[in-house]
Structures are given as structure tokens and as C-alpha cells.
């Protein structure tokens, strides 16, 4: 039923689109750069199809198969003002069209190009590594998510599908490089992104406690294009980036009111179909007064849930009562109890998400002043699940729950970010003013639960309930810039100096809101069976008003930054910022990257720098803390009250244990590679990379020894976790990449692409011993290992793939383009068990996967372009562990995802 709903919706969005006709011709000319120097490398793309190219090293651009008429050509360049013009293409006819595109007026200190705040007019010019992804190749990925579009394009990065982890499995993290979702640093327009509210205790992976961005606060459509820094730049960007940049350039151009509406669903071969998926997003670029452009963009998505659980072999309503269950499947039904009992996937979710972006020169000349603002308003609704409680458990009422139930949470998140500021140049410096502000909350509802300690009914005299409100978790962020840059002739024989200055004033605060009191409280009635009941929501209890508060910090930074051609083929940079923390003190790194052009085809680069990441407040102040009572053997009549979970480093219980005030994360970079052109379509890059890390900050693994019981004797404590800077790590590796495209036939285009990225990430643990990679605590001494044990420390350095690749194919011709794609993941590793003596460790292993991907896009009239296409189109899935008796198929920790086959389709309009 739900492949002939599927087959329909495809064939309604064929029928819906128009037929166009086949005339053809073609467009031609050159790209020029303001100061008359032709432009390689610039993009020239014809608005709603998929025809472009790039220009040569004469700034030359031929595009064929053009259908006739009024067609909308733009042209891109790196560190260029994107522009555009309506040519008409006439049958068999080429119509010629030259452009000239100005540099990019400078946003944050920096012109449009992120890693130099040099104007620079391709990534091969400058001192780092870069890749750029235009809104082309985003929209090629075939993802609507930007998490999962950045997982697409960016073989460096791990996004994994956490599944039973609390808030994280609504707000995932990824990683650059193996590191820590907190040591990327995201920005937009050159301007620095607020993090997540959601300090993910259950889904970290080998970083507990950190928080990272939310990427799909975002509509993907806003973006014209992506750039990734792979490289550390604290030295210019501030704390967070260690290991790289993500930039995410907003789309400024007049262009036509076009929407994008598409629709898909999960095929896969051993499991029912499920996880429709449905999204709407629309732009339009309006120009204002003469040279002013309001760009909007607004997005609408439902995503229906995945479940690749198998059968519960457990007893369920009463003992002996269990079905047999053989490899996840039910065999004999022996309860009424429906299976699957859990759900192993990707949970509902439903969102709507709004973005600005305006530019307005205040005068037709090319340095006057310019006001720019940008902003947007997310909110997602996500809705996952927990561990499945039986009907037999003393923490259900059965009078409430006959079959048990699974909790369920139910996370609204709103994202809201503005930014407004001004730019120009006077007396020869350009300079740059703005103020933000940026906020991320998360307000947690549970639903299909219940708090056990208050009694087995709903009414009273209980009353118990069913659905709580837990409370919520708010990250704001108000950020002041002032940057300032100029170029300056110092006789250097390779050109001007580019001097840039800037300072900035940066106010954070998190804020922690009370659930209601049933969510917590305990009601003092026995379980089930007689016992003590469990209280507070079960699963996830709410947020205590002990708990609740907020937080506040301010800090003030200053960088310098100069790039200097010393020669004509030797580029040197050199960057420092200092940051000072109203409760951390201050902060120094710096940076030197160099390039050695040896030919207009061969470049060399390396850098070194060091960096700094401050504590996120979440870090120094969240606690979620379980409050409970259990039987005193020797006061059986008065049950001894106690608390368990994660307790801030503000509190007795944390500092009894040894914790102390977090510090600034440390961190030290190299990095060094090559780009090569052979010809004009053929590009190489290959870099090399280690990052060292000093004192990460991790949130403990729940401490719970006798020692540690003993110490917390005093306060009721019988588990605990606290934040420390626990770890020093060291992540190494090589990225690199290949592009080629060649005009063959006809003019049909070839294009071919592939990235790969091979990394080692590794506890700098004394002696190589995983079991004591912790600095030793002076309170728990020989049981500081327990922090972060060794099975974290496996996962640290064998739970993500050493190496991931992806490539991609296209055929552009005529009215079609086809392309395929291939996923290449590496083998994964868990510790199952810590060897002793001659006794090896027992390691389960991942194997590595490839999965493949297919489209066709059919271009129809110059404005409609229509595409079918599919995701891991042979349905390839990771290795089967059936943990917990079956019941959970598949790691979540793999990087692949375990959804399956996935088949949509996608149409793109332009109103006019």
C-alpha cells in the first residue's frame, strides 16, 4: 500500500509538469574580474537547470544545449559578489555574453571566502585548505537535511543516527576530523553560530557531555554555498575551531521565485517500508531599489518514523508468558503484548524554518557603505523513543499500562538568530560593524510514561499521569564585532599586504527551566510487587527546581592577522587573537600557514597553529540529578533516600569527589599538502593533518564503586557524574579529493568527482595502556580510570571508520542529467570485553560497506526540473549484532545508518 502511495506521488509530480520544447542554442563569452583580469575558475550556470561550466585560465565559458528564449545566466567566483543577467538564446545560434563581478565587500573582517581575510578569487590561492560546495552540488547530494548534506560532501566528517539517547537522538552532533562535535566552528556569513542547547549525555560517543551545532535549524535552499576549513584557525576565528571551519554562505542575488517539493520513502528488503519522508521549500531574491537584494527562504518538512527493531524475547505480563523469538522474529505468539516492543530508528519529526538575508549599499558608488542583515526562526518537533518497560516491571502500573509501555519524548526545538551590521571603506581601510544575537532552545515533553511512585490510577486518589513536562534547556548567544582590513604597499616583490585588526565582545548565558512537579516528585507509594516505587517520569525525570537556573559569561577578544606575498610564488600568513573569560582568564594562539606556488599548476601549503576551546557553560553548570529511596536493611520501616546522575561541578557531591573548575581545552595543529591542476579539468588536492588536544573536557561514566559510595556517604549519593578535563588526544590523517569534467559528444557534459579521508584518532594514554589514559584524580586514585575507562577509550580510537570515501558521476545532455554516487564506509570496532593476562581483548568488528546512489533529473521548458532518484539503492545495511536479545539490530554508532533502500522524488519550479 505504501509503494502504490509512493509510485502515485511520483507520478502525480510527472504529470504536473509542464512539456517544454527542444529548441536549443547556446551561451558563450568571458568572465572578468573588476580590475579587468580575466577569472578562472568562476561558475557559470544557467538559473533552474542543471547546465554549467567553469571559466578557463582566459576567463572563457561555453555552455550548449540551451533551450531558447530568455534565460537567467549567473556567474559565481570565490571571493566575488555573485551576478547575474537575462541573455536570449536563439536556435542553432550562440548568444554572447561577457561578465565583470567586483570583489566581495568584506563580511567580518574577511572577504567571501572563508580561511584569509585577503581577497582571494579560488581555493587553490590560498595558505590553507578549503573546499567550496556551491548550491549545485548541495542540491546533488539529494539531502534535505544540512547535517546530512555536510555528511555527503564532507568524507571528514561523522554524523551517525543515535538512536535511545535522550535529547541527542532529536539534535544530533557530528564530527570533523574524529574530534569533538564542540571543536568545530560553525559559521554564517563569516558570523559566528550559537551552539545547541542539548548537552548530549547518552549520545556523545567517544566526547560525552559536549553540545555542538545544530545544523538542520536551517532551510537548505538558503545556501549558495558551503565552505569547510580543514584546517584549526582559533588563532582567527576564536574558540571552538580546532579542528576546522564550516561556513555557510547565504544565498545574495535577485533571482526568480522558485519552490522545491519532493517526497520519499524507505524500501528496504528485510523489513517493512516505512519513514516517509516529505519537504516544500521555497526562495525568491528581490531586488531592492538599485543595488539592494532581500533574499527569503522558508521550508516545511514531516519525516515519518523508521523502525528496524526486532521481536522482545522476554517474559512480558507474567512470568513464563515470553513469545519465541528466533533472529528478531516472532515464531509463537505467547502474549497479547503487539512487536515489536522497541523502536531502533529514526523517530517523527515535523518542522518549519524561515530565512532572511538583505543587502543594501547606501550609493551606486563601488565603496560606499553598505547596511546588511540576516536572520532566521526554526522549529522542530522530534519525536524518539526509550527503553520499552514491561508490563511485569515494578516500574509500570498495569492498571495504567496493561501491555507495558515505551516512553516516548516528544522535543520542540526553536532556533532564532539575527544579525544586522554595516560595512564600507574609509581612508582605505575596509571596515566592518555588527551585533547578533542567537538563542537554541529545547523543551521536553514525555509522553506514553508514567511516575510510578504515584499510585495505579489516573484520577484520584492518586492521580498518576501519562505525559509530563520535563522542562527545557535555552543556549544564547550575543556576539559585538568591529574588524577592520587594508591592503598595503610595502615594496614586496609578490604584491600589497593585507593587514587585518578586529575585536569582538561576546556575551553567553544557558538557561535551565523546572519541569513540572509530577516529572519529579516522589509520591511515596510501593511498586507493583510491594516494593519501593521508582519516582519521577520514568526513563527521563524532569528537570528539579534544584537543578533549574541560569548562567552567565562574558568575554573579550582581539585578533591580528597579516598575509604577506613575499615573493611572487610565496604566499606567508600569520594570525593571534587573545581572548579573555571573566571566569577562565585569558587565552593566546596563533597561526603560520604558507603556499609555495611553484607553477600556475602546482601549489604547495602547510600551516601551524595553536588553539584554544573555552568550556561551554553547560559544561560548568548542567546537572540532571534522579531523586529515589531504596530499603535500609537496618531500619526496614524507613527506606534511605538517594540521587543519581549527572551533578554539576557547583555542587558538594561533585567536589567531594575531586572535581574542580573546568579550563580552556589546549590544542596544537600541523598540517601541510598540495593541489595540483594538470588541466583545466582536472583537479588534485591531498593534505595531511595531526591535532593535538590538551585537558578535553568529558562527562564521566556514572560512578558507583564503594569508594566512591563511601565519600558520598554523607549525601545520598550512590551514583555520580561530573565534568572534568579528563583526556589528552591526538587526531591525525589525510584528506583528499579529485574533480574532472570533460565536454564530450555534442556538448554533453562528464563529470567526475571523489574525496576520501583516512584518520586516526588516539588517547595520548601513558604507556599505550587504554585502562589509565585518565590524569590520575587525587580523591579516587586508583579508580580515576573509571572516569573514562577503557572501553571509552576503545571507542575514542576504533568506534569511528579509519577511512571513509565518496564519488560521484555525472551525465549532462541535452534536457537530462544522470548521476550516480557511491558511499564508502570503513570497519568499525567495539570492545565487548577488556582482556586479562594472555587473554586477549573480545572485539566485535564492523565491516566496512559501500552503498550506491542513482538519479535522472529531466529539464523541462528552462524552468521545471523533475527528478527521480534513490539512496543506498542496493540496500545495503551494517553489520548485525541483535543486542539485547535481538532486540536492537544494528549499532547506532554506524556511520552508514541502518534505514535502508530509500527511493524519492524532487521538482524544482521557477515561478517566472
Not at 532581500?294 to 513464563?320: E, H, K, M, S, Y
Not at 516472532?330 to 524561515?354: A, L, Y
Not at 600568513?573 to 581572548?579: D, I, L, P, T, V
Request: charged share 25%.
Amino acid at each position: 500500500m505504501r509503494c502504490a502511495r509512493f509510485a502515485l506521488g511520483a507520478l502525480l509530480l510527472v504529470a504536473a509538469a509542464p512539456r517544454g520544447a527542444s529548441a536549443q542554442g547556446s551561451v558563450g563569452g568571458r568572465v572578468f574580474a573588476d580590475d579587468g583580469r580575466p577569472l578562472a575558475g568562476a561558475r557559470v550556470t544557467v538559473a533552474g537547470t542543471p547546465l554549467g561550466t567553469l571559466t578557463s585560465r582566459q576567463g572563457r565559458y561555453l555552455i550548449d544545449d540551451v533551450a531558447t528564449g530568455i534565460r537567467t545566466v549567473r556567474v559565481e567566483g570565490a571571493g566575488f559578489v555573485g551576478v547575474e543577467a537575462e541573455v536570449r538564446v536563439t536556435t542553432g545560434r550562440r548568444a554572447h555574453r561577457d561578465f565583470a563581478i567586483g570583489a566581495a565587500v568584506p563580511v567580518n573582517g574577511t572577504t567571501r571566502v572563508i580561511g584569509s581575510r585577503a581577497p582571494h578569487g579560488a581555493p587553490d590561492e590560498l595558505a590553507v585548505a578549503v573546499d567550496f560546495h556551491p548550491a549545485r552540488r548541495i542540491a546533488e547530494s539529494a539531502q534535505v537535511e544540512m547535517a546530512a548534506a555536510l555528511n555527503e560532501l564532507a568524507p571528514s566528517v561523522y554524523f551517525p543516527r543515535r538512536q535511545r539517547a535522550d535529547l541527542t537522538s532529536g539534535v544530533r552532533p557530528f564530527q570533523l576530523r574524529g574530534l569533538s562535535p564542540d571543536h568545530t566552528l560553525v559559521l554564517v556569513n563569516g558570523k559566528r553560530r550559537h551552539a545547541t542547547a542539548v548537552v548530549h549525555t547518552s549520545g556523545g560517543g567517544a566526547f560525552p557531555g559536549s553540545s555542538g551545532v545544530d545544523m538542520n535549524a536551517f532551510p537548505l535552499q538558503a545556501v549558495g554555498r558551503m565552505e569547510i576549513l580543514r584546517d584549526a584557525a582559533a588563532a582567527q576565528y576564536g574558540s571552538d575551531a580546532i579542528a576546522g571551519v564550516i561556513n555557510l554562505r547565504l544565498r545574495n542575488t535577485v533571482s526568480a521565485p522558485e519552490f522545491i517539493a519532493s517526497a520519499g520513502h524507505h524500501f528496504p528488503d528485510e523489513w517493512d517500508d516505512d519513514g516517509s519522508r516529505y519537504d516544500l521549500s521555497g526562495h525568491w531574491g528581490i531586488a531592492i531599489g538599485r543595488r539592494g537584494v532581500l533574499n527569503l527562504t522558508g521550508g516545511l518538512t514531516q519525516r515519518d518514523p523508521t523502525n528496524r527493531a526486532g521481536a522482545d524475547p522476554r517474559d512480558q505480563i507474567v512470568p513464563g508468558d515470553a513469545d519465541f523469538v528466533d533472529h528478531g522474529s516472532v515464531i509463537r505468539k505467547n502474549n497479547e503484548v503487539p512487536q515489536p516492543t522497541h523502536r531502533w530508528g529514526d523517530g517523527e519529526s515535523t518542522g518549519r524554518m524561515f530565512l532572511a538575508n538583505f543587502e543594501l549599499p547606501l550609493g551606486d558608488a563601488p565603496d560606499a557603505a553598505q547596511l546588511y542583515a540576516f536572520g532566521g526562526f526554526s522549529k522542530r518537533r522530534e519525536r524518539h523513543s526509550d527503553l520499552y518497560v514491561r508490563s511485569m516491571d515494578d516500574r509500570n502500573w498495569p492498571q495504567i499500562h496493561p501491555f507495558g509501555f515505551l516512553p516516548t519524548f516528544d522535543s520542540d526545538t526553536r532556533d532564532l538568530f539575527g544579525v544586522a551590521g554595516a560595512r564600507g571603506t574609509e581612508r582605505g581601510w575596509n571596515w566592518d560593524a555588527s551585533a547578533q544575537y542567537g538563542s537554541n532552545r529545547v523543551d521536553i515533553d514525555l509522553f506514553d510514561t508514567l511516575n510510578p511512585s504515584l499510585g495505579p490510577c489516573s484520577e484520584a486518589p492518586c492521580p498518576n499521569q501519562t505525559r509530563f513536562y520535563a522542562g527545557s534547556l535555552e543556549n544564547g548567544q550575543f556576539l559585538a564585532n568591529t574588524d577592520v582590513w587594508r591592503r598595503l604597499d610595502l615594496g614586496l616583490g609578490g604584491g600589497d599586504v593585507t593587514l587585518a585588526l578586529g575585536a569582538s565582545f561576546r556575551r553567553d548565558h544557558y538557561l535551565v527551566r523546572q519541569g513540572e512537579r509530577a516529572s519529579y516528585t516522589d509520591g511515596f507509594r510501593a511498586s507493583q510487587s510491594g516494593g519501593i516505587a521508582a519516582s519521577g517520569a520514568q526513563r527521563f525525570t524532569g528537570f528539579r527546581p534544584m537543578e533549574a537556573g541560569s548562567r552567565g559569561r562574558s568575554n573579550l577578544g582581539a585578533y591580528g592577522e597579516l598575509e604577506a606575498p613575499l615573493l611572487p610564488r610565496i604566499l606567508i600568513s600569520a594570525a593571534a587573537r587573545y581572548e579573555r573569560y571573566e571566569d577562565l582568564g585569558g587565552a593566546l594562539s596563533g597561526k603560520l600557514a604558507a603556499r609555495l606556488r611553484l607553477s600556475e599548476d602546482v601549489i604547495f601549503r602547510a600551516g601551524a597553529s595553536t588553539g584554544f576551546r573555552a568550556p561551554a557553560l553547560s559544561q560548568s553548570h548542567y546537572g540532571h540529578i534522579t531523586a529515589g529511596r531504596r530499603e535500609d536493611p537496618d531500619d526496614p520501616e524507613n527506606p534511605t533516600p538517594f540521587e543519581v546522575g549527572e551533578f554539576s561541578l557547583e555542587t558538594a557531591q561533585a567536589r567531594a569527589l575531586g572535581a574542580v573548575p573546568l579550563t580552556v581545552e589546549q590544542a596544537r595543529s600541523l598540517s601541510a599538502g598540495f593541489a595540483l591542476t594538470p588541466a583545466d579539468n582536472l583537479h588534485l588536492t591531498v593534505d595531511g593533518y595531526v591535532t593535538e588536544v590538551d585537558d578535553a573536557i568529558i562527562l564521566s561514566n556514572p560512578l558507583s564503586s564503594n569508594r566512591v559510595k563511601r565519600l558520598l556517604a554523607d549525601y545520598g549519593t550512590e551514583s555520580i557524574r561530573f565534568f572534568s578535563n579528563a583526556l589528552d588526544i591526538r587526531s591525525y590523517g589525510v584528506d583528499a579529493a579529485v574533480n574532472w569534467r570533460r565536454r564530450i559528444g555534442d556538448g554533453s557534459l562528464l563529470e567526475f568527482g571523489a574525496a576520501a579521508n583516512w584518520s586516526q584518532v588516539k588517547g595520548r594514554c601513558p604507556g599505550d595502556d587504554i585502562a589509565a589514559c585518565v590524569e590520575e584524580n587525587p580523591i579516587l586514585r586508583d579508580e580515576t580510570s573509571a572516569i573514562y575507562d577503557a572501553f571509552d577509550v576503545f571507542h575514542l580510537e576504533e568506534g569511528l571508520p579509519d577511512w571513509r570515501g565518496a564519488f560521484r558521476a555525472g551525465l549532462s545532455t541535452g534536457a537530462f542529467r544522470f548521476g550516480l554516487g557511491a558511499n564508502v564506509y570503513g570497519a568499525q570496532e567495539e570492545l565487548l570485553a577488556l582482556g586479562r593476562g594472555e587473554h586477549p581483548n573480545r572485539i566485535r568488528r564492523l565491516e566496512s560497506k559501500v552503498t550506491f546512489d542513482a538519479e535522472v533529473t529531466w529539464v523541462i521548458g528552462g524552468r521545471w526540473r523533475l527528478t527521480v532518484g534513490g539512496e543506498n539503492i542496493f540496500d545495503a545495511f551494517p553489520t548485525r549484532v541483535d543486542a539485547l536479545g535481538g532486540i536492537f539490530s544494528y549499532r547506532s554508532t554506524s556511520a552508514m545508518g541502518f534505514n535502508g533502500r530509500y527511493l524519492y522524488t524532487r521538482l524544482q519550479a521557477s515561478v517566472f
